[in-house]
């Protein structure tokens, strides 16, 4: 069986990668990264470390004329800040974030989906997981509602070809970083944080959770931060 890895170059997808290869051998794994207009273009450069760490193939396809029109602060083309709050906060402010990308992960599956079919792979890999506090909230295209639909969706779209897998669906950050020790995935090949910068800013939401998944297995994070 071939298995399609979606790697986004942070801790979730590298792990789902392992899983992967672990479970299907290398040979019979690839992978797709996706460059969305993203601000934080060190997770591309990340993507083709750890494809090569694993030894399998990495296409970067672009899809960020996609979003051109939208004001998401993760986007190059947004002239918004990324925010240094906590998402409680954001949440607490308006119920929503500038930081959610219009239905990303639903167009990444589609177009997935049909990559799947060409490379002749059954399932595609990956990485939501559970999200502490109202972070779930804040992020409709990661729950577990639309990781069934979806599913639903390519299963019947591709003639009952393709499916979907989020192996982590049920995990912490905590738990994520403590089954990727295990399998010794490259943590120093990771990129997580939102800003662009050639060291993590520490302070955006997805470096204070990758931080915090790191104090509670009471390990060091092998990368470097501009401020902690």
Known sequence: MKVLVLLSGGIDSAVCLALAV???????????????????????????????????ENNIVDISNIFTSTSCSLLKSSKKEIPKISYNEQY????KTSMNVPFRNGIMLSICAGYALDKKAS??????????????????????DFNLSMN????????????IEAP??????????KLGKK????????????????????KCCACVDRLKGFKENKMEDPIEYEAI
């Open 92 to 95: 607490k402010e308006d119920k």
């Open 22 to 56: 672990k479970k299907y051998g290398k040979e019979n794994v690839s992978t797709i990264t996706f460059n969305y207009g993203q601000k934080n273009v060190q997770e591309l450069k990340s993507c083709k470390k750890i494809a090569k760490y694993y030894e399998v």
């Open 183 to 202: 399998l010794k995935v490259p943590f120093e090949l990771t990129w997580t944080c939102y800003e662009s910068g050639n060291k993590s800013c520490g």
């Open 152 to 163: 639903l969706a390519i299963f019947i779209g591709s003639g009952k070809e393709v499916q």
């Open 168 to 177: 982590l669906a049920v995990m912490y950050k905590k738990d994520i970083i």
């Open 123 to 144: 399932v595609i890999y990956y990485g939501i997981h559970k999200e502490e506090g109202v972070a779930e909230l804040l992020y409709p295209d990661c729950g577990e």
